[in-house]
């Protein structure tokens, strides 16, 4: 799934490819959009990480759930998206367009890719950026998108398999988040029983690209013995990244959970462990 800049331009101007940017902010929901408005790869639509790539938040679900399927296929009509588009997705940080491309994913799309390294791998090959405001939708199209449920996990698919010692459970969050000594945003702290720790932004080189495929198999050569793996973060964004790591180091059955911590801990009977309970 992840290009490098050299084949996404290729894939452009020779496929038609389209390139769409996921460029967000957890702490300011319009920053993305702003930064899209300044600069963009040629051609570029822009995804809301809320707005378009999230349901509404409801009392159960997490922070980020996902959209109704019939919001979502609105959504990639009306930036002109449909099962024959070839999408490139990109952002600068690898979580919101790994949460898009695993979306396509999960609805069957296949012709979806990443770029690897994001906009800034872009910006030092010395590519072209536009600033042109890219308006285009699809008015008629039959579509058989719908969501695979071999990809997602819910709430009550953890529980069940919780103590499943065939199933790898994997918390993305970063080491002091996962052993409850700090929680910025949920109302608990912690992590799900059995959970082993990942953090997502070991996926990357210090120049922001994905590790190779050699790396990221030895990174997660511990999970060889799970015949699946259950992928978790705070609200179902920065485990995506883990999610298409995994599929890149030849990892095949592997679920993310959507709702993540965030939805765990609105029910009271799920337990939460803690560094000092283990």
Known sequence: MLVSVQEAKTMYEELGATFVDCRFDLQDDQLGFQNYEAFHLPGAVYLHLE???????????GRHPLPHLDSFVQTLKAKGIDDETVIIA????HAFASRFA?????IGHQQVYILNGGIKAWRNMGYP???EKVERSIETSEQSWVFDENL????????????DEQIALIDSRNYDRFIGKVEPIDVKAGHIP????????NLFK?????????????YFSSLEMYKEIIVYCGSGVTAAPNVIALWEAGYN??????????????????????????
């Open 206 to 218: 210090e120049d922001g690209l994905f590790k190779h495929e050699d790396e990221l198999k030895t």
């Open 51 to 61: 707005q378009d790539l999230s349901g509404s938040v409801e009392a159960t679900g």
């Open 194 to 201: 059995s959970a082993k720790n990942f953090d997502w932004m």
């Open 90 to 93: 990109y952002d600068d940080n």
């Open 129 to 131: 950026l536009s600033t």
């Open 102 to 106: 695993w979306m396509m994913k999960a």
């Open 152 to 163: 997602i996990a819910t709430q009550e698919y953890v529980r069940r398999h919780i103590e």
């Open 253 to 278: 059955n592997v679920k993310l959970y959507v709702g993540s911590f965030s939805d765990w801990i609105t029910n009271e009977d799920n337990e939460v462990m803690t560094f000092e309970e283990e």
